[in-house]
């Protein structure tokens, strides 16, 4: 169809993206039997059944223990290279995903292991498909403090391969700021720092992530429209919000794509983008997220290239490659 091949074609950037939420059932499949891993689930039929969720909890839940799988370093790099693939296929030219190290380390998996196989993939992403990428390592909001000190210590040895930490899994109850410490030292180790903020939580967890986390990127943020003076600072300071429209409809974070308020944020001038989240869970990558936008919100052409404009300017990336990409 005319306008998916448009949408498709154009040169895209992905700001938030978790690889553990790009496993598709067919690798799932693949990897459970490769790793004798039990999986309550025996057709990519029945896998997609039980993907409905009403929550984010309900999501979690499933995308932890999908995460099951994901045993030896080739695992990992089996996963992010698929994603890789993907992004080939959809014009997406540059990627920061994230990886979420407690799921892997509580099960007994090396820090190393896991990241090793995500940067071999990266690395080769750059030389084979010419896709940049910087790579944001997750701390789980709902483990401890003391656990994130204890992941961050792990990251030590491989900081040439981390550009950013984040935040995410359950937001409710787990307020950003549980985790200044951690984020402080973090940036004294010379990492960036994102969170996700105002997804099912409320604005005032923006408020934190800015003021407390100093993040340089709010992943979500769909709450701030509720907050005026936030909005007001989100606009004058072009903060980029990583907005992914699939994920808020499949979580019930909006009831429906025609309620979604990311093209009313950026026409008030927010530095708004759009990111498949968890593509594999959700129902689309890069293009169907456009797509959607296009089908139930009337997006323009020049819409779309200013979302794409706010996604390179958001990015990690040096300003002369930036430059390259505009
Ligand atoms: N929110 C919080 N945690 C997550 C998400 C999300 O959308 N996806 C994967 N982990
Ligand atoms: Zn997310």
Aim: with cysteine.
């Amino acid at each position: 169809e005319i306008n998916f091949d448009w949408l498709n074609a154009l040169p895209k950037v992905e700001l938030h993206l978790h690889l553990e939420g790009s496993l598709e059932p067919e690798l799932m499949f693949t990897l459970a039997k490769r790793n004798n891993v039990k999986i309550p689930f025996t057709s990519v039929e029945q896998i997609k059944e039980a993907y409905q969720f009403n929550n984010l909890q309900d999501f979690l839940d499933i995308y932890y223990q999908g995460a099951d799988v994901l045993v030896v370093e080739q695992d990992f790099y089996d996963l992010t290279w698929a994603y890789l693939l993907k992004c080939q296929q959809q014009n997406v030219l540059h990627v920061e995903p994230f990886f979420d190290p407690q799921t892997h380390t509580a099960r007994g998996i090396d820090f190393s292991t896991i990241i090793d196989g995500i940067n071999r993939a990266l690395v080769d992403g750059r030389e084979k498909l010419g896709i940049s990428s910087e790579l944001i390592l997750c701390f789980l909001r709902h483990l401890s403090e003391d656990d994130a000190f204890i992941t961050l210590q792990q990251a030590i040895p491989h900081l040439d391969k981390i550009k950013a930490v984040g935040l995410d899994s359950s937001e409710k109850g787990h307020p950003p700021e549980k985790f200044s410490r951690v984020f402080a030292k973090a940036r004294e180790l010379g990492l960036l720092t994102v969170a996700h903020a105002g997804e099912e939580g409320p604005a005032e967890y923006i408020w934190t992530a800015l003021n407390d986390l100093k993040v340089s990127r709010v992943d979500h943020g769909v709450s701030a429209i509720f907050d005026k003076a936030l909005m007001e600072y989100l606009i004058a300071a072009q903060m980029p919000l990583t907005i992914c429209p699939l994920s808020n409809t499949k979580l019930k974070v909006f009831a429906d794509m025609s309620e979604h308020t990311i093209l009313q944020m950026l026409e008030l001038g927010v530095c708004v983008t759009v990111n498949s989240d968890d593509p594999a869970y959700f129902g689309g990558y890069m293009t169907e997220n456009f797509v959607v936008l296009r089908d139930s919100l009337a997006m323009t052409k020049a819409q779309a290239k200013r979302l794409v404009s706010n996604s390179i300017k958001g990015s990690f990336t040096s300003l002369e490659y930036k430059n390259t990409m505009q």
